[in-house]
């Protein structure tokens, strides 16, 4: 069912995590500015990829935890934060945090701390190691995992999928907007800073739209920029809102629509990529041309 194992632009120190049957897991990582729509991306791939016959796993990893709501009937699901908090490490079973959603999705959510308390982003390094702990990745035996992570890495946490390897291709989500490609511009930060210690590499660009004039041009332009592609330009579309309204996937609730065929599409796209770089991050006033340029262009 699992493809064989990508090969690696090399420099790969944390050892590859293995399925039962020996195949390398792989591991993704959506990465993005919040609001920008990793939760909503990561699950209908995730819907998607399993539609495709494979085994898939979505953690959650923001304390919104909301990433999985729409493959649970927009259940919300309790966080492996706080089944930790209210039971020892020891009593937890995977039952308790993780749930099969639409096509056998196992789904799970980090969750966070009390707001004003605690890092967030101290709490994903304490569940995945539970979830090491507790032996999830051979019971599950997923074929693909998918960590959808808030932010753009100016907190270490956050950080902690890429730092340690576990995500080994990361993609991630933006707009033509400034600000959402400035966050996708720190996150490359990130994956370069932490390129010579971990496998995690670049694996591509996903624009999810705004409708920001010439955005699709806008979001190529800087995915070549820094050296990567772009997998898949996704425009807003009403449809994502009311499937959302019905607690389901894109790809669940109007599996006839265009914007389902694009999710199936980039899906088909992330099984079939092996274009894994150390991205060359722009300066701020680059970014800010690229993006005056672009829609100037739109404008005519
Ligand atoms: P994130 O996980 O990055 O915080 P979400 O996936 O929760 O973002 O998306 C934020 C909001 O934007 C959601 O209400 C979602 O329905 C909406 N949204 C995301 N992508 C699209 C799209 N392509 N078209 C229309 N609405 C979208
Ligand atoms: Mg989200």
């Known amino acids: 069912m699992t493809?064989?194992?990508?090969?690696?632009?090399?420099?790969?120190?944390t050892a590859a995590r293995r399925n039962r049957e020996g195949y390398t897991i792989r591991q993704l990582a959506f990465y993005g500015k919040g609001g920008i729509g990793k939760s909503t991306t990561a699950a209908n791939v995730s819907a998607a990829l399993a539609e495709l016959g494979h085994r898939v796993m979505q953690v959650g990893c923001d304390p919104k935890h909301d990433s999985t709501r729409n493959l649970v009937n927009?259940?919300?699901?309790?966080?492996?934060?706080?089944?930790?908090?209210?039971?020892d490490a020891p009593a937890i079973r995977l039952d308790d945090v993780a749930f099969a959603g639409y096509r056998g999705v196992m789904c799970l959510e980090v969750g966070g701390p009390e707001p004003g308390i605690g890092c967030g982003g101290r709490g994903i390094i304490a569940a995945i190691e539970l979830l090491e702990d507790m032996g999830a990745f051979t019971q599950l035996d997923p074929g693909f995992v998918i960590y959808d992570v808030l932010g753009d890495v100016v907190c270490g946490g956050f950080a902690m999928p890429l730092r340690e390897g576990y995500a080994e291709e990361t993609y991630i989500v933006t707009s033509g907007e400034l600000m959402a490609l400035y966050a996708a511009n720190n996150i490359c930060r990130?994956?370069?800073?932490?390129?010579?210690?971990?496998?995690?590499?670049l694996a591509g660009i996903i624009g999810n739209g705004r409708r920001v004039q010439g955005e699709e041009a806008v979001v190529g332009e800087f995915a070549s920029r820094i050296g990567s592609h772009l997998m898949m330009y996704l425009p807003q579309d009403d449809v994502v809102r009311s499937s959302e309204l019905k607690g389901q996937t894109v790809v669940q609730h109007a599996?006839?629509?265009?914007?389902?065929?694009?999710?199936?599409?980039?899906?088909?796209?992330?099984?079939?990529?092996?274009?894994?770089?150390?991205?060359e991050p722009a300066g701020l006033e680059e970014l800010v041309s690229l993006v005056e340029r672009a829609s100037a262009a739109a404008a005519g």
Do not use: C
Request: glycine residues 8%; proline residues 11%; aromatic residues 6%.
């Open 3 to 13: 493809q064989p194992p990508a090969p690696h632009a090399g420099g790969a120190q």
């Open 74 to 87: 927009g259940r919300w699901l309790p966080t492996i934060l706080d089944v930790m908090r209210r039971t």
């Open 190 to 201: 990130g994956i370069k800073r932490f390129s010579g210690r971990s496998r995690t590499r």
């Open 255 to 279: 599996p006839d629509s265009p914007q389902a065929a694009r999710y199936r599409l980039l899906a088909e796209r992330i099984v079939a990529n092996q274009r894994f770089v150390v991205p």
